[in-house]
Nanobody
Framework: VQLQASGGGLVQAGGSLRLSCAASGHIFSINAMGWHRQAPGKQRELVASISSGGITNYADSVKGRFTISRDNAKNTVYLQMNSLKPDDTAVYYC????????????WGQGTLVTVSS
């Protein structure tokens, strides 16, 4: 499975960005897709994930600001990020796996999101 992420960039605090991640290859076994992020000097953390049936899971720090969605026909997951804060600055990694409760099996390249104050 290959994951191709796009959509990162520089935005001012309070602004919005949309990340996309397209999956290809042997995707028949993939159920969960999502995003983690890693800020400088910090551990990688879950941002949001979504099952093929639309069940979602969010980190407390992004609830109400970020929305994860998925187009199963296009094998693509999206992360709409609103009301961005400088603390959201990180490299965002797309991932995919077999369920929401197991660790992701596949990882895409990171895309940098920088939020300026």
């Amino acid at each position: 499975v290959q994951l191709q992420a796009s959509g990162g960039g520089l935005v001012q605090a309070g602004g919005s960005l949309r990340l996309s991640c397209a999956a290809s290859g042997h995707i028949f076994s993939i159920n969960a897709m999502g995003w983690h992020r890693q800020a400088p000097g910090k551990q990688r953390e879950l941002v949001a994930s979504i099952s093929s049936g639309g069940i979602t899971n969010y980190a407390d720090s992004v609830k109400g600001r970020f929305t994860i969605s998925r187009d199963n026909a296009k094998n693509t997951v999206y992360l709409q990020m609103n009301s961005l804060k400088p603390d959201d600055t990180a490299v965002y990694y797309c991932n995919a796996g077999f369920s929401l409760v197991t660790a992701p099996r596949y990882w895409g390249q990171g895309t940098l999101v920088t939020v300026s104050s």
